[in-house]
C-alpha cells in the first residue's frame, strides 16, 4: 500500500504544481486545499482522544471561507458518516473530509496527497495522526515568492509593495525554518527550481524516495489533474496551471521586485537563503536599508514567531 502524502511549503511556492503533477501518478487521488490544521482542528487541544459527534460536525462548519468550502449538507453527512466508521478520532475527521472532497472529481479510493502550503507549521501534528505518511516540504527561493501576485496584492505604491514584500519574506522564513525542523523521518525536500528546471528527473528521484513506481508518460498531461488541485473561478492565480505547461519562472523576481524590495528580502531571509544555496543579488550582503525598516521587519517575524509558539502551547 502506498502511504498518503502531505505535501506543504511557504505559500506562492508552487505547490499546487507539484500537487498536480504528482497527482498524475494512477494510484493517488488528490484535492484542494482542506486546511485541516489552520483551521478544522484550531480548537481541538488533544488530537489524540476521540471526537463527539456533535463536536465533529462544528469543527465541519468551521470551513466556511475556504476556497471550495465548506462542504455540502450531503458532503458533510457522508464525512460524518466516514468519521464514525473509521474510529471517531481527529485522524479520522481528516480522512474523512479529504476522502468526501475527492469524491467531487472522482472515487477518491487508495492513498492520496493533500496539500495545504502552511501546514508546514503542523508537521508533528501530522505525524501524530498519520504516522505512516510521507511529508514533502518544498522550497522556493524567497525573491520568487516575494514576487508572487505582487502586482495585484500591493499594487505599484513604495510603502505598500514593501509592506507586502516584508510580509512574504517573514511567511518565507517561518515556514522553511519549520519545514527544516520538523521531523527528519519520512520527510522530503524538493526545491521548486528543480521542479521547473529538470522536471523528469525530479519526478523520478521523489517517487524512487516515497516507494512509487515511475513513468514519464503519467506527467505529460497534467493539465487535465488542475480540477482536483484548484477551486475554478475562486483561485484564479492558480490558472496558469490549468494549462499543463511547465514555464520558467525562477528568475521573474528579478524583472518584477525593485532593488529595495529584494535587499529588504535578503535582510529577511538572510543566512537561511543562503545556507539553502540562494546567492545574493547584491556583492555587498549587507542590506543598504533605512532602519525603520530593518525593526519593521524585525517586528513581523518576532510577532509571527510568538503566534506560532502560543498556537503550540494550545495544542499541547
Known sequence: ??????????????????????????????????????????GVKN?????????????LDRLGGKPGLPLTIAEKDEALRLFRGR??????????????????????????????????????DIRRLFPKARLVHLIRDPRGVAASLIEKRAG?????RLEYVASRAVEWRT?????????????????????????????ERLCRDLGLAFDPGWFASFGAGFA???????????????????????????ERLRPEEVRL????????????GYASAFASEKPELPWRWRLRALGKFARQKKKRLLGALRRR
Not at 11 to 39: A, I, M, W
Not at 47 to 59: F, H, K, Q, R, V
Not at 240 to 254: A, F, H, P, S, V
Not at 265 to 276: D, H, S, T, W
Open 1 to 42: 500500500m502506498h502511504p498518503n502524502i502531505f505535501l506543504v511549503g511557504c505559500p506562492r511556492s508552487g505547490t499546487t504544481l507539484l500537487q498536480q503533477l504528482l497527482s498524475c501518478h494512477p494510484d493517488y487521488f488528490t484535492v484542494p486545499e482542506t486546511h485541516l490544521f489552520t483551521v478544522l482542528f484550531e
Open 47 to 59: 488530537l489524540s482522544e476521540a471526537l463527539e459527534p456533535s463536536a465533529a460536525g462544528a469543527i
Open 87 to 124: 474510529g471517531g478520532t481527529p485522524a479520522a475527521l481528516s480522512e474523512a473530509v479529504i476522502r468526501t472532497l475527492g469524491r467531487r472529481t472522482g472515487p477518491a479510493e487508495g492513498p492520496f496527497i493533500e496539500k495545504t502550503p502552511r501546514h508546514v507549521l503542523y508537521l508533528r
Open 156 to 160: 505599484t505604491e513604495a510603502e505598500a
Open 175 to 203: 515556514c522553511v525554518a519549520a519545514g527544516l525542523a520538523g521531523p527528519k523521518e519520512d520527510m522530503l525536500t524538493v526545491f521548486f527550481e528543480d521542479v521547473v528546471l529538470a522536471t523528469e528527473r525530479t519526478l
Open 228 to 254: 482536483s488541485c484548484a477551486v475554478a473561478g475562486a483561485e484564479p492565480h492558480k490558472e496558469r496551471n490549468r494549462l499543463g505547461r511547465i514555464e520558467d519562472t525562477t528568475q521573474e523576481w528579478r
Open 265 to 276: 528580502v535578503e535582510f529577511i531571509a538572510g543566512p537561511l537563503m543562503r545556507r539553502l
